[in-house]
Structures are given as structure tokens and as C-alpha cells.
């Protein structure tokens, strides 16, 4: 979604009818994308990916049939086996995808998008499905209501999401976009650039940090999205960021090391104030029990275990595990 964000601009702004299409529900398909969307234009130009381009053409003719007076229109898709194998889908599925003018999306929505930060948008479809409000929901705002409390809930996990929700109003869209992770790398080396460029593969943001007023500065900035991946075992460097991380309320903090290092970096927590509660949030020593042994293995550990602590999984960590640390 974030992609079509200076198309969407451009559209409006030269007053080209325009309209944005997205999946409400599925069913198979395989692997996709949580942020697929596509925007389809009054000549059947298409912006954006949403099963693999499959399903374009069909959605620019109801974008095109769509009524002058019509705010949504919501169609239902499918793609078979065969099909599926020539489009190089994973598998076959269904889905039902709304179509919205471009005028019946918040302006706000594409600034806030734009800008990076995190930012839900929740649409009130009506009974007929022709007609839809949407309204922007920011991760701080206090929910009003289930679809606003969901649309926090998903913005929490630091991943696209979305979800429909079904009530007495009707068919409610919650659609989630939160601020990409942002690993802050404390430290250098192979290890590190492994980590950046596995990071940079998941479209993640990251940073290499080499002292404490550095790691600070970033941290700060980037707090809503953070990511601690300490790799350096300098009592100086590494216990007055970690503790720092933990203030700020960082959602990942993580620390390579054998046991004795993390055990010297625990007393010196203890020492500087740290609570046994937020001692429990520092995944030491970092990474998921995936037997890694290359810097490769490791990086991937590291960023698995990241995504799976920002979306609330219960995933068996390095820390947890008894015996060796490698392999």
C-alpha cells in the first residue's frame, strides 16, 4: 500500500478518476502479500500488486461500472488450479475485493502513509455494500470502538494487516499499516552486515550504532519501531544501552553472547536499577533455537526471533534452550 502513495497523490491532484482495490476476505492463494492492494484508473491502468496482476482486468471493469453516486463496490474473484499455475500463484483461491473511488479515501490516509508512520484505516461498508465510510485511526488514539480496538491490535504487531470484522452496522475493513521494524545494530562486523542486509531483504530499516550516545539518539528517534540487536561486549557500550532500550519501551531488545555474557550483562542491569520484569523483556542470548552456526544462520535466527516477538508468537528462543548455544 505504502507504494502506491505518490500515485494516489498524482491521481488526485490532476483530477484522474481513480480507484483502490484490496481484499476484504480470502481463502488460499498460498503465501501473499498482508499490504497487497492495486489502483486501477478510468482507462483500466493499474498501479500496484494484487494477485500477481491476475484479477486486473476484471477489477478495472467494476471500478468502471461503478455508479456516480457509489462509494464501494465489493466483487467477488476466483482463480483455479490451472489458472493459478500459469499466473505463478502458489495455489487457487477466492476472495471477495473492494473497489473505492479514490475521492472516498481520507486524504489524510495517503499523508500519514507517506510519511511512514503507523496509521490504520477503518471502512464501514453498508448492507448493500455500495456505500462506505472510511475513517484514519492512528496507533496512540484511544479505541472508540472494536473495529478502532482491532486496528490497534494489528498496528501492535508491527506488520501489514488486515482483518473484517462482522456487526450489527454491517461489514467494518480494518486495515493496519504500522512503521516498518527498524533494527538498531549495536556494533560491527560480518555478523552485523549480515543481519543488515537480511533486514533490508524483509523491508525492514536499519542502523549500526557504535557508542551509547549514538544508539541513544536513534532509539529515541525511532522508538515506535525500534529493534535491539546488541552485538558488541562492551560492559561501556552495551549495559548503558540496553537499559536505555528498556526506558524507552523498545518493543525488541536482544543481545548476542554466550551465558556468561549475558550473565555479566544482567548483574550489570541489576546494578544499574533494572527490575527482573524488564530483564525478562532482553532476549539474551538472542535468536530463535534454530541450531544457527554461520553468520548467515545467525542473522536469520535473529530476524526470525524479531518477527516472531512483534507478532505476539510463542516461539522457543536461544534463551530458553538448554545445552551448547551453537548448533
Known sequence: MRELVETARQWVAEGRAGYLARPVTEQGFGP??????VLVDARGECVGALYRGVFDAELAAEAAAMGAGET???????????????????????????????????????????????????????EGADQAVSVVVRAAVAPAS????????????????????YGESGLVLVEAYPSAPYVVIGGSGELADVIEA????????????????????VLEARRDAACLAMLSHDPEFDVPTLRNALALGIPYIGA??????????????????????????????IGLDLGAQTPAETALAICAEVLAVLGGRDARGVRDADGPLRG
Open 256 to 285: 548476542l553472547g554466550s551465558r556468561k555474557t549475558t550473565a555479566r550483562r544482567r548483574d550489570g542491569l541489576i546494578a544499574a536499577g533494572v527490575s527482573e520484569a524488564d530483564l525478562a523483556r532482553v532476549h539474551g542470548p
Open 32 to 37: 501473499r502479500d498482508p499490504a497487497g492492494a
Open 198 to 217: 537480511q533486514a533490508q531483504l524483509l523491508g525492514w530499516g536499519v542502523s549500526k550504532v557504535s557508542d551509547v550516545a549514538e544508539a541513544g539518539k
Open 146 to 165: 472494536d473495529a478502532e480496538r482491532r486496528a490497534g491490535e494489528l498496528l501492535a504487531t508491527r506488520r501489514p494487516g488486515r482483518d473484517a470484522l
Open 72 to 126: 464501494a463496490r465489493v466483487c467477488e474473484v476466483s482463480v483455479g488450479a490451472g489458472e493459478a499455475v500459469e499466473a505463478r500463484l502458489t495455489c487457487g483461491g477466492q476472495a471477495e475485493v473492494l473497489v473505492q473511488p479514490l475521492s472516498a479515501i481520507p486524504g489524510e490516509w495517503w499523508e500519514l502513509l507517506g510519511q511512514g508512520v503507523g496509521v490504520a484505516l477503518v471502512t464501514q461498508l453498508n
